[in-house]
T-cell receptor, first 119, second 117 residues
Framework: AQKVTQAQTEISVVEKEDVTLDCVYE???????LFWYKQPPSGELVFLIR??????QNEISGRYSWNFQKSTSSFNFTITASQVVDSAVYFC????????????????FGKGTKLTVNP | NAGVTQTPKFQVLKTGQSMTLQCAQD?????MSWYRQDPGMGLRLIHY???????DQGEVPNGYNVSRSTTEDFPLRLLSAAPSQTSVYFC????????????????FGPGTRLLVL
């Protein structure tokens, strides 16, 4: 069975600090996708990144970066120089991908990490 | 494009009442799904559909019905509401990955907050 663990329930930092949100996943599939979504206090879910299991390159987008390590089944998310606007709940999610039938599209979410960035 | 829209934004029901949560998308996405979000639980899949006329159960389907008569709409019905169904409900949609394990990104609606008394 697939499972996503976000061990950090809540994190509080001061503005301009760097912060890493951990995500550990379990799957028996060799082909799968990992996602991060942001849920700001307004409640909507905002897509941040999608990564497939064959691409272990780290990714950087502005102050955001992601570190994917298959050896440890982790897909961690780092915010550099955090800002108050980064305060949100962040979800990591996993889906399997059936090679001959396209993706399964069924997402398994972690329980989320609430990040509070204080001024 | 309006993206994924959900109505209503907020609803209060009494135990035993029925209602339908509406979800629509204008992106011609084949795949649509419903999730519920409960405190400390993340999001859990209720039902999903890979196209008009095709639906299937997710992780927590009990107490909910769905149907998909058009590509655009995917309503979620609560037949007899219970307090345990108090939650925030999200609808999502995406293209279906075209073979070789391609997974498309799901985009979420703004959510419906449901309170069952």
């Amino acid at each position: 069975a697939q499972k996503v663990t976000q061990a950090q329930t809540e994190i509080s930092v001061v503005e301009k600090e760097d912060v890493t949100l951990d995500c550990v996943y379990e799957t028996r599939d060799t082909t799968y996708y990992l996602f991060w979504y942001k849920q700001p206090p307004s409640g909507e879910l905002v897509f941040l990144i999608r990564r497939n299991s064959f691409d272990e390159q780290n990714e950087i987008s502005g102050r955001y970066s992601w570190n994917f390590q298959k050896s440890t089944s982790s897909f961690n998310f780092t915010i550099t120089a955090s800002q108050v606007v980064d305060s949100a709940v962040y979800f990591c999610a996993l889906s399997e991908a059936r090679l001959l039938q396209g993706g399964s599209e069924k997402l398994v979410f972690g329980k989320g990490t609430k990040l509070t960035v204080n001024p | 494009n309006a993206g994924v829209t959900q109505t209503p934004k907020f609803q209060v029901l009494k135990t035993g009442q029925s209602m339908t949560l509406q979800c629509a998308q204008d992106m011609n996405h084949e795949y649509m799904s419903w999730y519920r979000q409960d405190p400390g639980m993340g999001l859990r899949l209720i039902h999903y559909s890979v196209g008009a006329g095709i639906t299937d159960q997710g992780e927590v389907p009990n107490g909910y019905n769905v149907s998909r008569s058009t590509t655009e709409d995917f309503p979620l019905r609560l037949l007899s509401a219970a307090p345990s169904q108090t939650s925030v409900y999200f609808c999502a949609s995406s293209y279906i990955g075209g073979g070789f394990g391609i997974q498309e990104t799901q985009y979420f609606g703004p959510g419906t907050r449901l309170l069952v008394l």
